[in-house]
């Protein structure tokens, strides 16, 4: 069930809230987190639907703030879903109008539940600095989307250089399996590695993010080199010994390569939001490999190999 609520207020929305939840149970009280979805009109179907899909293995509340017509008189479409509706918690999808668009933090301030965790998440094109944003300081996590920026290299070097401990992108989120496919290559005896090398489309964030892990990491210059894609396609480790090769060119499977070995075929697709986002919520703690990860890069020369 799904209740409209035209031109309304926080405080009847509060009240529709509190109804819904003594008609179902409780509804919001047991749930994981609230997670807050700053996005515009164009962006809020497939953020909300990636919310779902996320709710799924972390229970919680969607409250989507989608900014309308900038221009328009101050007012407030709200459109709130019972748990079940679209997902295991309640939805609250929030059209702000006018200058309520550049205050949101006003409007949901008053529907957070007390003692819940809050992480807000920006799909489109997010705040330089999240941790200052005014819903971002009402969070303990903020995710941005470097990808979904104009010049995406650039919107994420420019946020690092505001880093706070909360702070993810989901251009590193989206590298997990290649991490973990790394390390496991790595686990096995495999020589020093004395070199790095990064193939992926340009402009693309998550590359430049995976150089600057593995030079932080493996204390090694990391060359970066374009490809035509899809997103990353080939990782490459120079070894005393010979190379250890990840190469990707349908963005769906893999070959591992390593000397004196057999190749391997591995699954390794490429990550949707629902996906990333799901990873992102399992924890509320700052993320230390990814700060590490961003200084590098944020030390460095845009552009530079690493």
Known sequence: MTLYLPRTTTAKITEALMSERLSVGGGAMNMVLTLVIVTDEADHYDAVRAATEAGLEHPSRVIALIRRDPDAEPAIDAEIRRPGTSGPGEAVLLRLYGPLGEHPDSVVTPLLVPDAPVVVWWPGAGPMDPAQDPVGRLAQRRITDALRAPDP???????????????????????????????????????????????????????????????DRLEVPVEREVSHGPGLTEVRLITDE?????????????????????????????????????????????????????????????????
Request: proline share 5%; aromatic share 6%.
């Open 242 to 306: 010979g190379d250890i090769a990840i190469s990707r060119a349908d963005g769906r499977t893999a070959t591992l390569s390593r000397f004196g070995q057999p190749d391997q075929t591995v699954a390794l697709a490429r990550r949707g939001a629902a996906q990333a986002l799901a990873e992102e919520l399992r924890r509320l703690d700052a993320d230390e490999i990814y700060e590490g990860a961003t200084r590098h890069l944020g030390s460095l020369p845009t552009g530079s190999a690493v």
């Open 153 to 215: 290299l650039r919107d994420l070097v420019e946020r690092v250089s505001h880093y706070s401990p909360g702070d993810t992108d989901l251009t590193w989120t989206r590298l997990t399996p290649w991490r973990s496919l790394l390390a496991s290559a790595m686990d096995q005896p495999c020589g020093w590695v004395t070199s790095a090398r990064v193939t992926a489309e340009s402009h693309y964030p998550s590359a430049e993010l995976l150089a600057a892990w593995l030079s």
